[in-house]
């Protein structure tokens, strides 16, 4: 079966939760992989998602140098809309 496999850069200003991984994670640029496999059987090309992976940086102390989380993208999608709607604020001279 074909797959494959894309990645993009979603930031977050704020800290922000996901289900399934542990604690709140910090603000920062994250990677996310989408892995897909192709539908046999049809006409035309049709892919579908298999998992969705979040990759999170070290944490302070610890061991391992990344860890990569398999995430709900539709929780990923809020969690967006989430961070998107708290106001920034400017900071003052």
Do not use: C, K, N
């Not at 940086?57 to 999608?77: C, H, N, S």
């Amino acid at each position: 079966m074909l797959s494959r496999t894309s990645s993009r850069t979603v930031t977050f200003s704020h800290p922000f939760v996901l289900t399934g991984i542990d604690g709140v994670q910090p603000a920062g640029t994250y990677t996310v992989e989408t892995d897909e496999e192709l539908v046999d059987g049809l006409s035309f090309p049709v892919y579908r998602r298999v998992a969705t992976v979040i990759l999170l940086p070290a944490r302070a102390g610890g061991t391992t140098l990344a860890q990569a989380a398999t995430i709900d993208p539709l929780d990923l999608e809020r969690a967006e809309q989430a961070d998107a709607a708290i106001p920034s604020i400017a900071s003052s001279p």
